[in-house]
């Protein structure tokens, strides 16, 4: 898994959680003073041009909150295993943040 970021509060949330629960992470730094969020290729992960996104495959997750929901499943960290959030759910996580950004996009 790829995790996008930058020193920001959303992407420091996301990057602590994926620190804490020890998973497989590789951190690939997005410079936000340079435009990087906004090159095609990163458009392709979040068309809404802002970190965090996590890349799992080619499953591409963005909003801090779904990400870190997303992260706690991966690492069956809710109690006796059992995950609230499904993929939909985080799909609609996703959903509500780009909104709440002014755009709809999913
Ligand atoms: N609702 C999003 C907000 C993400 C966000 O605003 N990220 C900022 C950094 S904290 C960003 O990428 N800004 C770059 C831009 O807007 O061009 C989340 O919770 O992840």
């Keep these: 898994m790829n995790l996008y ?12 959680v994926a620190r804490y629960l020890n998973l497989p992470v590789e951190f690939v730094r997005v410079d936000l003073t340079r435009g990087e969020q906004k090159t095609p290729e990163f458009l392709a992960l979040n068309p809404n041009g802002k970190v965090p996104v996590l890349r799992d495959g080619d499953w591409s997750v963005w909003e801090a909150n779904a990400i870190m929901c997303y992260l706690s499943d991966e690492a069956k960290a809710m109690p ?27």
């Design 5 to 16: 970021y930058y020193e920001t509060l959303n992407p420091r949330k996301a990057c602590a």
């Design 80 to 106: 006796r295993n059992k995950c609230f959030i499904s993929k939909l759910s985080v799909g609609a996580e996703k959903w509500c943040g780009s909104i709440r950004d002014g755009k709809r996009r999913l």
